[in-house]
């Protein structure tokens, strides 16, 4: 503010400074060692003034460049496309990823179930068995059938095929008690 002050009295300005006039004090230091040496002395340069000036921008219109424009939007469609290429190749991974789960949890079940028929497996044969079939009849109260109570059915081929019913030789069992 001392510079404007100077600058208002220097000039006869007694309203002070107009306002398109601005004044920046920028002092400059006297070079090192030339032995001048001022005591007492405010003053030390030459004050830097500088003058505002208002520019209207509001007629200025923009010319477009078509060039620019171009290059822009064929950078855009670049990045884009780009942009898709990362999309369709990350949703690719992680698509593999799922599906390799996907498939060991399935493994992994198929294995339990593999299991699960080996260990019925099992049980069917242990309950099949006729040594066991022929100690619960005892229990039961049942007795080995007598000869001629037993009639074996004749094997006609597959069990797929279809096959007649006969109702010959038909014999009744009666159990007394």
């Given at each position: 503010?001392?510079?404007?002050?100077?600058?208002?009295?220097?000039?006869?300005?007694?309203?002070?400074v107009?306002?398109?006039?601005?004044?920046?004090?920028?002092?400059?230091?006297?070079?090192?060692?030339?032995?001048?040496?001022?005591?007492?002395?405010?003053w030390?340069?030459?004050?830097e003034?500088?003058?505002s000036?208002?520019?209207?921008?509001?007629?200025?219109?923009?010319?477009?460049?078509?060039?620019?424009?171009?290059?822009?939007?064929?950078?855009?469609?670049?990045?884009?496309?780009?942009?898709?290429?990362?999309?369709?190749?990350?949703?690719?991974?992680?698509?593999?990823?799922?599906?390799?789960?996907?498939?060991?949890?399935?493994?992994?079940?198929?294995?339990?179930l593999?299991?699960?028929?080996?260990?019925?497996?099992?049980?069917?044969?242990?309950?099949?068995?006729?040594e066991?079939?022929?100690?619960?009849?005892?229990?039961?109260?049942?007795?080995?059938?007598q000869a001629?109570?037993?009639?074996?059915?004749e094997?006609?081929?597959?069990?797929?095929?279809?096959?007649?019913?006969?109702?010959?030789?038909?014999?009744?069992?009666?159990?007394?008690?």
């Amino acid at each position: 503010m001392a510079a404007s002050q100077w600058l208002a009295n220097s000039l006869n300005w007694a309203g002070g400074v107009p306002a398109r006039v601005q004044g920046v004090y920028s002092p400059v230091a006297a070079a090192p060692g030339a032995g001048v040496k001022r005591a007492g002395t405010a003053w030390m340069g030459t004050p830097e003034i500088y003058f505002s000036k208002n520019i209207d921008n509001s007629r200025l219109v923009k010319v477009t460049d078509h060039q620019r424009t171009r290059e822009i939007a064929i950078f855009s469609a670049s990045l884009a496309c780009l942009f898709l290429l990362v999309m369709v190749y990350a949703f690719q991974h992680f698509s593999s990823i799922e599906y390799g789960y996907k498939i060991e949890a399935q493994k992994k079940q198929r294995e339990e179930l593999v299991e699960a028929n080996r260990a019925l497996r099992l049980e069917e044969a242990s309950l099949r068995d006729p040594e066991r079939i022929d100690v619960l009849a005892r229990r039961m109260g049942l007795e080995s059938p007598q000869a001629g109570q037993v009639q074996h059915l004749e094997n006609a081929g597959d069990a797929g095929t279809p096959m007649m019913a006969r109702a010959s030789d038909v014999a009744v069992v009666t159990l007394a008690q």
